[in-house]
C-alpha cells in the first residue's frame, strides 16, 4: 500500500525535486531514499533533528505517547516538529503513530550513542563479552547468549557504571567522558599488539566499550548510564534573541534602488563588453571599472552581478563576456513589485553570499571567488536561518549579527560546516537583505514579510500596493535637466535615455540634455520636430525655452558634415568647413585632403572618422551607400536565453497521481533526475549512456557520453530506461 504525505502539493513545494515522480509508487520510493531525504533534514531546526533521532532511536516507528516520553519538551513543541517534519516526507503520521521511511535511518549516531549492546552479540566473539562481564564484576562464565544477558544488565546499572568510571586516571576518563558525549566510535587501526597503557585500550580492558574489527565503539547501554540517570534529549525551542527597537519601514525605497541598479547594470551588458577571465566568473580590474560605471562600491556591485545572474537577466557568452538577455525586455515591461519579487527570489536561491564570495568550509577556502557564478557553500541555508529567525521577531523589532547567531546555530547546521565564515555569513545576508529592501536596520520590511510569507503568494499581499505606479511624465527644467519622481515608465525611460544621459537614481531620477546628447538622438534618425513632439508629450508642463534652444540650434547644425565609404569621404554644404577640417591639427590623423570645394577624402574608415569629428565638437552624420542619411541606433546585445517555466506543485501532485502504477521506464528518469546517477536509455534501437538528466513535461534532456553532445527526447517514446 502506498502512503503518502495528507498534502501532496505542500510536499512538492517544500522538495520540488520530488515532482520529477511519474506515479505514487514511484514517489514513495523516492521518499525513502535517504540522499535525498539527509538535505531536506539538515536544512530544518535543531528540534527537528532532535525528533527525528528519537523516531529513529526507537527503531523507526513509535507511538506518539511513546515519544513524547522520550523526550524533555518543557515548550510543547512535539506537535509542531512532526507536523514540520510530515510537510518534508521525512515521517508519516498514521494516527497515534509515528513512523519513518528510512531505514536503518538518516542518522550515522542518533544523539551520538552507538549500537545497543546486543547488536555487538552478533558480530563480536564471546572473549570480548567476557571482558566486559568481568569488568563490571560479573561472572564471565557460560554460553555466549548468558554472556549477552548478563553485560546488559550490569551496564544498565547506571550507579554503578559511574562508580567504575571514577577509579579509572584522570586522561582515561575524560576520553570517556568526551565518547559517551558523541560520537561514540573511534578507528583504531593496529598492526601487531596494543600497549596496555593505551587510553582507548584501558577503556576497553575496563568494559566501557568494544572492540568491532578496526573500529572500538561505546555501547549505548553506556553513554546512557554516564549521561545520568534520567536523561532525555530536549527540545527547546529557539533560543531568544537580544532584540533593539527600530523605526519600521515598507522597504520600497531600496526595493526601488534595486530596480534601478540591476536596470542600469543590464543596459551597460546589453551596450559594453563585461570582460570575463579565462577561468571564469569577472575579475578585479573588470570588477572596478563595472563599478565606476555603475557608480557603486564594488561590493554592491558584485551583489547585483550575483542577483541578475540568478535571475537570468545576465549571462555568459562563450565564457568570454556577460551579456544581457533576451529576459531583460520581458522584466523591463513588468510592474515594479512583479521586477522586485523576481530580483528577490533570485537573491533567496543563491547558494553562495554575493557580497562574501567564499565556499567557508576551513581556513583553506577562505579565498574569494569572481563573480557572478553560483557555487554551493553555507550561505544558503545561513540566510534562510537568518530571515526566519527575523520573522519570529514583532514588528518594530530588530537585531544585529551577533544577536541572531545563537538563534541561527538553532536552525541550521550550516554554522557548524563553516565555522570560518558562519559570523561574515550571517552578516552578510542582513547587509544584502538591506540592499534588497527586505531588511531594514536588523528588522524585515513590510514588503520583506510579504516575501517570506508561509504558502502561495499572491497579488492580494499588498504588496504591489506599496510600489508607486511607473511615471508617465516627467519636470522638464530649465537648467536642461528632467527629473521623474519614481520608477519612469519603459517608453518614457527609452525616451530619456535615446535623448538625455541619466545622472542620479533614487526616489527620483534625473537625466540631463547637452548639445552631445540631442545629437545623439538626432544620428538615431529622428529630427527636431519629432523630438520637441516628444519632449512635449511626456512632459508635465511647457518645453522649457533654453531646452527648445538647445534642440533647434544642435539640429541646424546637424547633418552639415556628411561621411561616406572611400575609404571615407567628407561631405559639407560650406566650402570654409571643408577648409577648416583639411587644416585641423586635431583632425590630422584623418588624412584629409580637398577634392572638391564641398568634399574631402580620408584615409580612415567612416565610423573612426565620425567618431574623431565628434570628438572635436562636430556633428557629421553618416551616409549610406544611396546618398540618404544613416540612423545610428544603441546597439543593445541580448543573449538568447529559455526562459525556465515555474514550479507548480499543484499541477505536478495532479500528473503523480495519474501516474501508472508499474512505469519502470518513469521511475528510472525520475530517480536519475533527482538524484544524479547515470541512466541508460534505450532510443530508436541504440542505447545512450545519459548524465545530468531533467524531466520538464514531456521533454527529457541530458548529456550523453556515447554521442558527446546533449540529447533532448521525447517521454512518451522512450520505451526502455535503466539505471546503472
Avoid at 503513530?97 to 531505514?103: A, E, F, I, L, W
Wanted: one cysteine or more.
Amino acid at each position: 500500500m502506498v502512503h503518502l504525505p495528507d498534502d501532496l502539493v505542500l510536499l512538492l513545494r517544500n522538495r520540488p525535486e520530488l515532482s520529477a515522480a511519474s506515479s505514487p509508487e514511484v514517489l514513495e520510493r523516492l521518499l525513502a531514499r535517504p540522499e535525498l531525504a539527509v538535505p531536506a533534514l539538515l536544512d530544518l531546526d535543531t528540534d527537528c533533528h532532535t525528533v527525528s533521532q528519537a523516531v529513529q532511536t526507537a527503531g523507526g516507528e513509535i507511538a506518539r505517547a511513546d515519544l513524547a516520553a522520550m523526550l524533555h519538551d518543557p515548550r510543547g513543541r512535539l506537535d509542531e516538529v512532526l507536523g514540520t517534519l510530515a510537510e518534508q516526507g521525512l515521517i508519516t503520521l498514521d494516527g497515534g503513530t509515528v513512523r519513518s521511511p528510512h531505514q536503518p535511518g538518516l542518522w550515522a549516531h542518533p544523539f551520538g550513542l552507538g549500537r545497543p549492546l546486543r547488536e555487538f552479540a552478533k558480530k563480536v566473539t564471546a572473549e570480548a563479552l567476557k571482558v566486559v562481564v568481568k569488568a563490571h564484576g560479573g561472572n564471565a562464565q557460560g554460553r555466549k547468549a548468558d554472556l549477552v544477558t548478563r553485560a546488559d544488565e550490569l551496564l544498565r546499572d547506571g550507579a554503578a557504571l559511574r562508580a567504575n568510571a571514577a577509579k579509572l586516571p584522570r586522561t582515561v576518563r575524560e576520553l570517556l567522558e568526551k565518547m559517551a558525549a558523541g560520537p561514540p566510535v573511534v578507528e583504531r587501526i593496529v598492526y601487531g599488539s596494543v600497549s596496555r597503557s593505551d587510553p582507548v585500550q584501558r577503556l576497553v580492558d575496563a568494559g566501557f566499550m568494544i572492540r568491532d574489527g578496526w573500529e572500538v565503539e561505546m555501547p549505548r547501554e553506556v553513554a546512557l548510564a554516564l549521561r545520568g540517570d534520567g536523561w532525555k534529549p530536549a527540545l527547546t525551542g529557539q533560543p531568544d534573541v537580544p532584540a533593539r527597537s527600530c523605526p519600521e519601514s515598507d522597504g520600497v525605497g531600496a526595493a526601488l534602488a534595486a530596480l534601478d541598479r540591476v536596470e542600469a547594470l543590464a543596459e551597460l551588458a546589453g551596450t559594453e563588453t563585461i570582460a570575463e577571465l579565462k577561468s571564469g566568473g569577472v575579475g578585479v580590474r573588470e570588477l572596478r571599472r563595472l563599478a565606476k560605471a555603475l557608480g557603486l562600491p564594488e561590493q554592491e556591485a558584485v551583489c547585483w552581478l550575483d542577483v541578475a545572474a540568478g535571475a537570468d537577466l545576465v549571462a555568459s557568452e562563450l565564457g568570454e563576456r556577460l551579456v544581457s538577455t533576451t529576459l531583460v525586455d520581458d522584466w523591463l515591461a513588468r510592474s515594479p513589485d512583479a521586477r522586485w519579487r523576481e530580483l528577490a527570489d533570485a537573491w533567496l536561491s543563491l547558494p553562495q553570499a554575493p557580497t562574501y564570495r567564499v565556499v567557508g568550509c576551513c581556513e583553506e577556502h577562505m579565498e574569494p571567488m569572481p563573480p557572478p557564478y553560483a557555487f554551493e557553500c553555507a550561505a544558503g541555508p545561513i540566510r534562510r536561518a537568518v530571515l526566519e529567525t527575523l520573522r519570529t521577531l514583532p514588528t518594530g523589532l530588530g537585531a544585529d549579527a551577533a544577536g541572531l547567531r545563537a538563534a541561527v546555530d538553532w536552525r541550521t547546521r550550516a554554522t557548524k560546516e563553516a565555522v570560518p565564515a558562519a559570523g561574515e555569513f550571517v552578516a552578510a545576508a542582513l547587509r544584502e537583505g538591506e540592499l534588497l529592501g527586505i531588511v531594514a536596520g536588523g528588522a524585515l520590511t513590510t514588503i520583506g514579510r510579504a516575501i517570506l510569507s508561509d504558502g502561495e503568494r499572491d497579488d492580494d499581499d499588498g504588496v504591489g500596493a506599496l510600489f508607486p505606479a511607473p511615471a508617465t511624465t516627467t519636470t522638464l527644467q530649465n537648467d536642461l535637466t528632467a527629473i521623474v519622481s519614481g520608477i519612469p515608465a519603459p517608453d518614457l525611460a527609452a525616451f530619456l535615455n535615446g535623448c538625455a544621459d541619466l545622472e542620479s537614481r533614487d526616489r527620483a531620477s534625473v537625466w540631463r540634455f547637452s548639445d552631445k546628447t540631442i545629437r545623439r538622438a538626432l544620428d538615431a534618425g529622428t529630427d527636431a520636430g519629432t523630438l520637441l513632439d516628444g519632449l512635449a508629450t511626456f512632459s508635465a508642463k511647457a518645453v522649457p525655452q533654453p531646452l527648445r534652444y538647445l534642440v533647434t540650434d544642435t539640429a541646424r547644425k546637424h547633418g552639415t558634415i556628411r561621411v561616406t565609404a572611400a575609404p571615407s569621404v567628407v561631405i559639407a554644404t560650406d566650402p570654409a568647413v571643408i577648409t577648416e577640417l583639411c587644416g585641423a591639427r586635431a583632425l590630422r590623423k584623418l588624412g584629409l585632403r580637398a577634392i572638391a570645394p564641398t568634399v574631402a577624402v580620408g584615409a580612415l574608415s567612416p565610423d573612426e572618422t565620425l567618431r574623431l569629428l565628434r570628438q572635436s565638437g562636430h556633428a557629421p552624420v553618416g551616409m549610406s551607400s544611396d546618398g540618404t542619411i544613416k540612423a545610428e541606433s544603441v546597439r543593445r546585445r541580448r543573449l538568447p536565453v529559455d526562459a525556465e517555466p515555474p514550479a507548480d506543485p499543484a499541477a505536478a501532485a495532479a500528473a503523480i497521481l495519474r501516474g501508472e502504477p508499474t512505469d519502470p521506464v518513469g521511475e528510472a528518469l525520475a530517480l536519475a533526475a533527482v538524484t544524479g546517477e547515470p541512466v541508460v536509455i534505450v532510443w530508436q534501437r541504440r542505447e545512450h549512456y545519459m548524465e545530468d538528466l531533467s524531466v520538464v513535461g514531456e521533454a527529457v534532456t541530458g548529456f550523453c557520453h556515447d554521442c558527446g553532445t546533449i540529447h533532448v527526447f521525447q517521454r512518451a517514446k522512450i520505451k526502455k530506461a535503466y539505471l546503472l
